[in-house]
Structures are given as C-alpha cells and as structure tokens.
C-alpha cells in the first residue's frame, strides 16, 4: 500500500495534522508517500516538507515519492497561457532539484515522469534521469500513465531500469490487464502503482450503476473476509493481480487509511476476484 497526496490540501490541514497522519502511516505500515510537483499547485511538497521537519528523523523512515512533467498556469507562474507536458531532461532536473527543497531533503526515493510528453524524445528524458542517478537526488526512476511501448523506449537509454509505472488501474478501469501494461510489469518484474483505485470514489456511490452492482456483489461475499467492505474489497481486487499493484490510498481520513490497510490481509478467491469483474462490467467474462 502506499498513501497519496493528490488530495492533501482538500482538508486544509496544518503541518502538524500532515505530521500526525504520516506518523499513523508509519503504524499501519504504510512507510510510501507519493507526491507530485504539480499536487495542489505547487503547494503539497511544501507543506509536506513542513510536516516531515516537525519530527527529526521522521524522513528517513519513509520513501519519498515524487513525479514531474505537467505544468500548469498558476499563481506561481502566471505567464504560463496553457498547460502542458515536458519531460525533457533539463526541465525534470529542475523540477527535481525544487521538489527537493520543497521537501526538505537531499534525495528521494523515487522519482516519476508524470505523463508522457508528445514533443521530447525519450534519449532527452533519460539523460536528465540519469543526471540525476549520477548525483544522488533520485535513488530509482519511474514512470506514470506510460504505454508499454513508451515504457520500453525509456528505458532502452537509461542507466538504471525503471522500477514502476504508475496507472489508472481499478475494478471500473480494467484496460491495463488487456492493453499489455501490467503484462509488461510482471515480466519485467516491476511492480505498478495504481492510482484512484476506488475510481475517484465512484466505487463506493450509491447512485452509479455499477457501483450498485458492485454493493450487492460485496455484500454475499463479505462475510468469507472478516465482513470486509466494498472499499476493501475493492482493493484486494487490484492486490490480487499477479503484477503485485501497489495501491495509491488518497483519503485524508484517519480510520479510512486503518480500513484501507486492512485490505493487504485479505487474499481474495478466484471466482470472487471474477465476480466482482463481472459485476463492475455489467457483463459475463469473455
């Protein structure tokens, strides 16, 4: 499991509130944070550095996780007119380079291509990573919301292989497992890291469809998993594929990030992983 910011800022919390939440990760045994330069518009790694220098130490009892590659008009540059990518390599050993300051560290342990950019050659991408492999700042690379073929192409440049990619993976969005993402991870032997794994809480909305049919499904199987809920359930789904996806928890409650933990235990059945495929597709397998 590993806990994500994209929604940080959404509570408004002090340094002190984002302190105490990353130390009850370190109980759960969550010790990944993944971030992002653009989360909150420049304001999350910010205020998580902040957080991590409340409690000396703290930082060195975590993985660090941060992407770059999206930049958007925002206060901090206004005369940006639209948004847009670049991964060349001089932009993301900038970004880096920012997103260490702004975290208050000297490195991190893993550093992302936030999307792939249509406009720079992945030669250009792979030499500012391996810059930055050269100088310490990054102790792996990866990538995020990469075809398998984009990912290969990286990573024929690159000094040291990418260790993850990072997808849209959920039991509403299967595609990885048909479009050869997840196929390339477990033969690479890379572990994916699935963000929005309950769909932007579409998952757990009584009015969608699916959603609904989802419910009725987890409700005559909960009972096999220590009454475990549709949101665990939905989890040990993803858990559950031979690639090993990491899910990426976004919620900023408390007694959700326990719950969410308690999913790593569940090692769900196989016509039950089937069953809940059928019932988010509306539809019988193939």
Known sequence: ?????????????????????????????????????IYGL????????????????????????TKAGIYVPCSY????????????GARLVKSLEKSLRFLRTDHVELFLVHRPDWLTRADDTAAGLNALFRAGKIRAAGVSNYS???????????????VTNQIEFHLLHPEPIHDGTLAQCEKLGVLPMAWSPLAGGRILNSNDPAAMRLATVAKGMSARYNSATLEQLAYAW???????????????KVERLRSAAHADAIVLEREDWYALWEAAQGRPIP
């Open 1 to 37: 499991m590993v806990t994500g910011t994209w929604r940080m800022l959404d509570t408004q919390p002090t340094a002190q509130e984002v302190n105490r939440r990353l130390r009850t990760c370190l109980e759960l045994g969550i010790t990944t944070i993944d971030t992002a330069e």
């Open 238 to 252: 993803i858990l559950a594929h031979p690639s090993h996806p990491l899910p990426i928890i976004g919620t900023n």
């Open 42 to 65: 420049y304001e999350v790694e910010r205020l998580l550095g902040e957080a991590l220098a409340l409690s000396p130490g703290l930082r060195d009892k975590l993985e660090l996780v």
């Open 77 to 88: 540059h206004p005369e940006r007119r639209t948004a847009f990518y670049d991964a060349s």
């Open 148 to 162: 398998a073929s984009q990912f290969d192409l990286l990573n024929s440049y690159l000094e040291q292989p990418l």
